[in-house]
C-alpha cells in the first residue's frame, strides 16, 4: 500500500490574516483509502486540498505527492496524479460542448487526438453520460455537470480524485448519484479525498478527518467519529440520521447500544429488538 | 432572452450546413469585398442570384432572414433617401432648393439599397448556419497566420470560446438578478430614461461581482486540470475541408471573374 500524501508541519496563512489557519498541522493519506475531510465553514478544508495540489503556496512544511514533492518546479507532475472536482458545476465548465469540456485536460497534456478520443469515450461512459456528448453545459442538470467534471478528471488517469464539496450544489438525487459514483471509483482503486458538510457521504468513507480551526480534532473510522455525537455539535457538525434517532429513542425511555449504527445496522437491530419483544 | 443570441443558430440538414466553417467565414467576408465589384445591373443580378441560391440551398425559412433585415430597417431607408435626393448627374426629374431627383440617384439608390440586402442575408446565412463554437474555431484558423507577427491566436480563440460557453450561463443569471430584484419592488420597465438607467444598478453590479467569482472559479478549475496556455497545447475539436468546400470556393472564384468581365 504505502503512503501516497503525506503532509508535514505544514504553515498556511492567507496574507491578509494576522493568526496562520494551519500551525505545524501534519496528515498522511494511504493509498486507495476514501477520507473524508469536515469541519465548519472557514475550517481550512478547502484551503488544505488547494495547498495539496499546489494551488496555493504554503508558508512552511513539506508535502510528497506519491513521493514527489510539492513545490514550484513539479507542480505539473502533481497536478497530473491529483485530479479536482469543484463545488460549483457552472463554474469549472470550459468548454461549450460536453466532450469538448472532458478532453480539456488531455489538450493541456499536448496527447494526440485519438488518443483523446478514445479516452473521452471511455470517461464517458464510465460516468454513465456517453448519450450527452455533444449537448451543451447550460441544458444540463447540476449533478450531470459534475459527472461530465468527474469525467474530465478521469481522462487523465489521476491516482487521487479530490471532491471539494462535490456534492453541496446538487439536489438531494444529484448527490446520492454522485456518491454512489465515488463509492465505484473507491472500488476501482482511486484514492479519494472527499470534502464534504452531507454526513451521508462522509458515513461511505473509510475514514474521517475532522478539522477545526486549523487542527486535525479528530481522525478515525466514521463510526467511532460519528459515536462522538455531543462534540461532533459542539464543532457546528451534522450527526447522521441513524445517530438523531438512536438519541430520539433514549428519550422515550428505549436502551440503544453506544456504537455507531449505519442505516442498515439501525434497521437489522429495531428487528432485533421488536422479535424480542 | 436566451433563444435572442445563441438560439439564432437554426440547425438544419443541408448542404450550406455541412459545409467547412472556415470557407463560410472566409466567403463571408470575401463576399463583402467582391459586392463593391458591382457597378451595373448586370453585376446585381448576377450576385443577387448567387445569394438566392446560397440561401435556398440553406433550406432555412425566409422569415428569418427578415428578421436579419429588420433591425437595419432604418439605416437602408437613411442611405436609400440620402442617395435618392442628393445625388447629381443624369437627367434631372425633380428639383426643389437643395434636393433633387435624378436618374442617376435612383440608380445608386436601387443599387445601395440591394448592396445592402444581399451584404445582410449572406452574414444572417453565415450565423444561421454555423454553430458559435464552429465560428470560434473558423475565426481561430484564420487567425493562425497572425502567430506570425505574434499575436496570441490560441489565448484568443481560448478567450473566445470561454466567452460564448458563457454566454447563455450569464443570460440566465441576469434573468435570475433581475426577478430577484423584481421581487423587491425595483421596476425595471416604467419611468423616465433616467429613472430606468439608474435600476440598471442593482442588476449590473451583481452581475460583476459574479462574473468575477465565475471567472476565478474557472481559473482555478482550469488550473487543476494543468493549463497553463502557450503552444505546446493539442486540439481536440477538429475541422475536416471536404470537396463541397473547395468547390464551393471555386465557384466563389469564378463569379469573381464573371463580375469582373460583366463590369462597366
Known amino acids: ?277 | 432572452m436566451n433563444k435572442l443570441l445563441l438560439g439564432r443558430y437554426i440547425h438544419a440538414d443541408s448542404f450550406v450546413h455541412k459545409l467547412d466553417a472556415r470557407a463560410k467565414l472566409f466567403l463571408s467576408f470575401y463576399f463583402i469585398v467582391i459586392i463593391f465589384l458591382c457597378n451595373n445591373w448586370q453585376t446585381y443580378t448576377l450576385l443577387g442570384i448567387l445569394t438566392l441560391v446560397s440561401v435556398v440551398c440553406s433550406k432555412i425559412k425566409l422569415k428569418f432572414f427578415w428578421d436579419g433585415i429588420r433591425p437595419l430597417v432604418w439605416l437602408i431607408i437613411f442611405t436609400v433617401v440620402l442617395q435618392l435626393f442628393f445625388s447629381s448627374g443624369g437627367h434631372v426629374y425633380w428639383q426643389w432648393g437643395i434636393f433633387r431627383i435624378t436618374s442617376l440617384g435612383i440608380e445608386n439608390a436601387i443599387y445601395i439599397f440591394c448592396r445592402f440586402v444581399l451584404i445582410v442575408c449572406m452574414s444572417t446565412l453565415l450565423t444561421l448556419t454555423t454553430p458559435p463554437l464552429q465560428i470560434a474555431d473558423g475565426m481561430e484558423a484564420l487567425m493562425k497566420p497572425l502567430k506570425k507577427v505574434k499575436v496570441p491566436v490560441d489565448e484568443i480563440a481560448l478567450m473566445l470560446s470561454i466567452a460564448l460557453r458563457f454566454v447563455p450561463t450569464l443570460m440566465d443569471e441576469t434573468t435570475k438578478i433581475m426577478n430577484a430584484q423584481r421581487s423587491r419592488g425595483v421596476n425595471f420597465e416604467e419611468g423616465s430614461l433616467w429613472h430606468r438607467a439608474k435600476m440598471l444598478v442593482p442588476l449590473l453590479i451583481p452581475l460583476f461581482v459574479s462574473s468575477f467569482n465565475r471567472a476565478e472559479d474557472l481559473a482555478i478549475a482550469m488550473e487543476a486540470r494543468g493549463y497553463r496556455g502557450g503552444s505546446h497545447r493539442t486540439k481536440y475539436r477538429q475541422q475536416v475541408w471536404h470537396r463541397n468546400d473547395t468547390l464551393v470556393m471555386m465557384l466563389f472564384a469564378v463569379v469573381t471573374g464573371l463580375l469582373i468581365y460583366l463590369r462597366k
Request: with cysteine.
Open chain 1, 1 to 277: 500500500m504505502g503512503k501516497i500524501i503525506e503532509v508535514k508541519d505544514l504553515t498556511f496563512h492567507y496574507p491578509d490574516q494576522k493568526e496562520p489557519l494551519f500551525d505545524q498541522l501534519s496528515l498522511s493519506i494511504e493509498r486507495g483509502q476514501w477520507v473524508a475531510i469536515i469541519g465548519h465553514n472557514g475550517s481550512g478544508k478547502s484551503t488544505l486540498v488547494r495547498i495539496i495540489d499546489g494551488l496555493l503556496a504554503p508558508q512552511a512544511g513539506t508535502i510528497f505527492v506519491d513521493g514527489i514533492s510539492v513545490t514550484p518546479e513539479n507542480i505539473w507532475q502533481i497536478r497530473e496524479k491529483i485530479g479536482m472536482v469543484f463545488q460549483n458545476p457552472d463554474n469549472q465548465f470550459v468548454s461549450a460542448d460536453v466532450e469538448g469540456d472532458v478532453a480539456f485536460g488531455m489538450e493541456n497534456l499536448g496527447l494526440d487526438r485519438d488518443v483523446m478520443k478514445y479516452r473521452v469515450d471511455q470517461a464517458l461512459r464510465k460516468v454513465n453520460m456517453e448519450d450527452f456528448k455533444g449537448h451543451d453545459p447550460s441544458r444540463l442538470s447540476g449533478g450531470q455537470k459534475q459527472r461530465v467534471a468527474i469525467a474530465g478528471v478521469l481522462t487523465l488517469r489521476p491516482d487521487v480524485i479530490i471532491f471539494d464539496e462535490a456534492t453541496s450544489m446538487l439536489d438531494p438525487e444529484g448527490r446520492q448519484d454522485i456518491i454512489k459514483l465515488m463509492t465505484k471509483l473507491h472500488k476501482k482503486g482511486y484514492t479519494l479525498i472527499s470534502i464534504t458538510h452531507n454526513i451521508d457521504e462522509a458515513a461511505m468513507a473509510d475514514r474521517v478527518c475532522v478539522i477545526d480551526d486549523g487542527k486535525i480534532a479528530a481522525d478515525s473510522s466514521p463510526a467511532e467519529i460519528f459515536a462522538q455525537e455531543k462534540e461532533l455539535i459542539a464543532m457546528g457538525l451534522d450527526v447522521p440520521y441513524s445517530e438523531r434517532l438512536k438519541d430520539e429513542l433514549l428519550h422515550n425511555g428505549i436502551e440503544v447500544p453506544h456504537e455507531y449504527l449505519t442505516e442498515k445496522g439501525m434497521v437489522d437491530w429495531l428487528c432485533k429488538l421488536h422479535s424480542k419483544n
